[in-house]
């Protein structure tokens, strides 16, 4: 765009003769912006929808077609002169632009990637973003083909974790399993960008530039974050501090000495035909047996409640209730404990600032997800590089040969000759649907 500066590309998109030949001519009032042209076959509206051959002589009266100009006048007055943006927009949608991201999406690797691309899959704003945007998918193309790298399963474990990283900067408690999330995904940032820099070759300079913010995420994240939750799942583990284990073994223990001591009131009461079945249920939140309501008063302790038909009741003994409170006792500090753990790992997560540096390397592995799908759907084309020159006045290029597109061919044109699209973006499809701590919201 812009009567200054123009850029003349030259492509083949596959090897062999042109199946398609293009020749564009721009009037002189393109530059300002104004639509001067219409498609050969179109027709002005309010012709009833009537085909006419290209050679078709005109038949409606002068009057007519000064009422359909005023018309269009009209029309034009109120949309008003086309900008760049909307110049721009149609041509992508004359290109079949949408479709051809489609394509590309089916070539990435992570559900970033396919975000990425989604709508569309962005261009240059300027020749030197083109440039850039060309350098490294000719680098990904690279590193495929001279050193065997970017395999698809390199990005194993990366998800989109930003929305928990922002949470978390708002001062969310993330929960386990989105810091589970946090911690893979570290661990793939590590994996691409040790798998970029370990060939020593100068052609791969413009993926390094885009892998930089990788080396951002502190190495004691992923090792912290996997001392402390499960991985997968998100349950913290009692290793993750020493009062937390000491709860936990405590509760256990507990647990286990008032399930034997109803066991034990249960098999009494059902040999004494006191009770159908030896059976230990839980009511309230407390562990108690289901007897005969016409035999409650043969044990004592407390009636938690009693079953629809009112002959039975569900009875805590009296020994069991010490037991049963100091139960929910450990449980409550063990929730108080948990989120302490979490909310020390989301700390460590924001950092000192506010979570920038992982919601960057995030967004480098979808650049390079995307990187690599552009090189790979290049491949599957049989595609070559094209020569992006910028075109000007002093450059001594001849306007009229500012797009030169020798043997182009639309690849949604060669889908149905090429081998089946994959089916992209497998890679963290099984995002975590809650990510912040339950306990944080109820507090």
């Known amino acids: 765009h812009g009567a200054g500066r123009r850029s003349k590309m030259t492509a083949s998109a596959v090897t062999g003769p042109a199946h398609v030949s293009w020749r564009l001519r721009i009037s002189s009032n393109a530059a300002s912006g104004r639509r001067v042209a219409r498609p050969a076959t179109s027709f002005r509206r309010g012709t009833g929808g009537r085909n006419r051959s290209l050679g078709a002589t005109l038949t409606d009266d002068v009057s007519r077609r000064e009422q359909l100009e005023g018309e269009d006048d009209e029309e034009q007055e109120e949309e008003g002169e086309p900008t760049a943006e909307d110049l721009d927009a149609e041509a992508r949608d004359l290109l079949q632009w949408p479709e051809l991201s489609a394509q590309v999406r089916a070539f990435t690797a992570t559900t970033l990637g396919v975000r990425a691309c989604t709508p569309t899959l962005p261009l240059g704003a300027t020749p030197e973003e083109s440039a850039t945007l060309l350098a490294e998918t000719t680098a990904a193309a690279t590193l495929r083909d001279v050193h065997g790298g970017f395999p ?3 990005f194993e474990g990366t998800k989109d974790v930003r929305p928990w990283i922002a949470g978390a900067a708002r001062g969310r408690v993330l929960s386990g399993s989105s810091l589970a999330d946090v911690a893979t995904t570290a661990a793939a940032c590590a994996k691409v960008h040790a798998l970029i820099h370990a060939p020593n070759d100068e052609a791969l300079e413009p993926l390094r530039r885009l892998a930089a913010p990788l080396v951002a995420v502190p190495e004691e994240l992923e090792r912290e974050i996997r001392r402390c939750v499960m991985i997968p799942g998100g349950n ?61 008063s043969e044990m004592d302790g407390v009636v938690l409640d009693s079953s629809s038909t009112g002959q039975t009741v569900f009875k805590e003994p009296a020994e069991a209730v010490p037991l049963n409170n100091r139960i929910l006792e450990l449980a409550t500090e063990e929730d108080a404990e948990v989120e302490r753990v979490l909310s020390a790992l989301t700390a460590m997560v924001v950092g000192d600032d506010g979570g920038a540096s992982i919601l960057n390397a995030t967004e480098a592995m979808a650049a390079l997800d995307l990187a690599s799908a552009r090189a790979l759907h290049a491949m599957w084309l049989g595609a070559r590089p094209a020569e992006l020159v910028v075109v000007s006045s002093e450059s001594g290029v001849c306007s009229e040969s500012a797009v030169h597109l020798p043997g182009m061919q639309h690849p949604l044109l060669l889908e149905r000759h090429l081998p089946k699209l994959p089916r992209g973006g497998k890679v963290g499809e099984e995002e975590t649907v809650r990510g912040f701590d339950e306990r944080e919201e109820t507090v």
């Not at 407390?286 to 005969?292: D, L, M, N, S, V």
């Open 236 to 296: 913290v583990l009692d290793d993750a501090s020493d009062e937390l284990a000491a709860i936990r073994a405590e509760r256990r223990e507990t647990e286990r000495e008032l399930r034997a001591l109803l066991q034990q009131k249960a098999q009494h009461m059902q040999n004494k035909n006191f009770a159908e079945r030896a059976q230990i249920v839980i009511r309230l939140g407390r562990e108690c047996i289901p007897i005969k309501a016409g035999a409650q």
């Open 152 to 154: 698809r399963d390199v």
